[in-house]
């Protein structure tokens, strides 16, 4: 059987998104144990002029949610990005992958050449066809804040290791 853009992105972005949630789960238990307000992580920054870690997990739901619907032609829900604590994170990566498990299995297939015109910074757009932009945006970019994400927890001190970002709570169960 053929890869389609179905099976190379939902499936993608539903296990690394699960696998985020089951880092914040950690990271809440690692705050539990070590006595101090797990909220304190929503903050977190690598570096000044980085975004925090609250801004990782909401773009990396929202680069699975708006690149699924950019190139399915669905409408993708919107979020308040207000969030500002660990419960309020894992509750928007439960809103987008219960959204994602709407997305009919077959909505991306017959879409690799579509023109896809989406936000690049501000002011700025790119176009690009939905199989490149799936593959060379949409996908790296999850990867890129769900790596972040984990990063920052893991110099925080929360135990997390290989296993928990790419088989996360299915791995360890």
């Given at each position: 059987?053929p890869?389609?853009?179905?099976?190379?992105?939902?499936?993608?972005?539903?296990?690394a998104?699960?696998?985020?949630?089951?880092?914040?789960?950690?990271?809440?238990?690692?705050?539990?144990?070590?006595?101090?307000?797990?909220?304190?992580?929503?903050?977190?920054?690598?570096?000044?002029?980085?975004?925090?870690?609250?801004?990782?997990v909401?773009?990396?739901?929202?680069?699975?949610k708006?690149g699924?619907?950019r190139?399915?032609?669905?409408?993708?829900?919107k979020?308040a990005?207000?969030?500002?604590?660990?419960?309020?994170?894992?509750?928007?990566?439960?809103?987008?992958l219960?959204?994602?498990?709407?997305?009919?299995?077959?909505?991306?297939?017959?879409?690799?050449?579509?023109?896809?015109?989406f936000?690049?910074?501000?002011?700025?757009?790119?176009?690009?066809?939905?199989?490149?932009?799936l593959?060379?945006w949409?996908?790296?970019n999850?990867?890129?804040h769900?790596?972040?994400?984990?990063?920052?927890?893991?110099?925080?001190?929360?135990d997390?290791?290989?296993?928990?970002?790419?088989a996360?709570?299915?791995?360890?169960?």
């Amino acid at each position: 059987m053929p890869i389609t853009l179905t099976s190379a992105a939902l499936p993608v972005f539903k296990t690394a998104l699960a696998n985020l949630a089951h880092c914040l789960s950690k990271a809440e238990a690692n705050a539990h144990m070590r006595q101090f307000n797990p909220d304190v992580f929503v903050g977190l920054r690598l570096a000044p002029d980085m975004l925090p870690f609250a801004s990782q997990v909401r773009i990396a739901c929202d680069a699975a949610k708006n690149g699924t619907a950019r190139v399915s032609g669905l409408a993708a829900p919107k979020f308040a990005d207000d969030e500002t604590t660990l419960a309020q994170l894992q509750e928007r990566i439960a809103k987008t992958l219960a959204w994602l498990d709407t997305v009919p299995a077959d909505a991306f297939d017959g879409r690799e050449e579509q023109d896809i015109t989406f936000p690049v910074g501000k002011e700025a757009t790119r176009t690009m066809k939905g199989e490149a932009y799936l593959k060379h945006w949409a996908i790296p970019n999850v990867y890129f804040h769900v790596t972040t994400a984990y990063a920052l927890l893991r110099h925080n001190g929360v135990d997390l290791g290989k296993a928990d970002y790419l088989a996360g709570a299915q791995a360890l169960a």
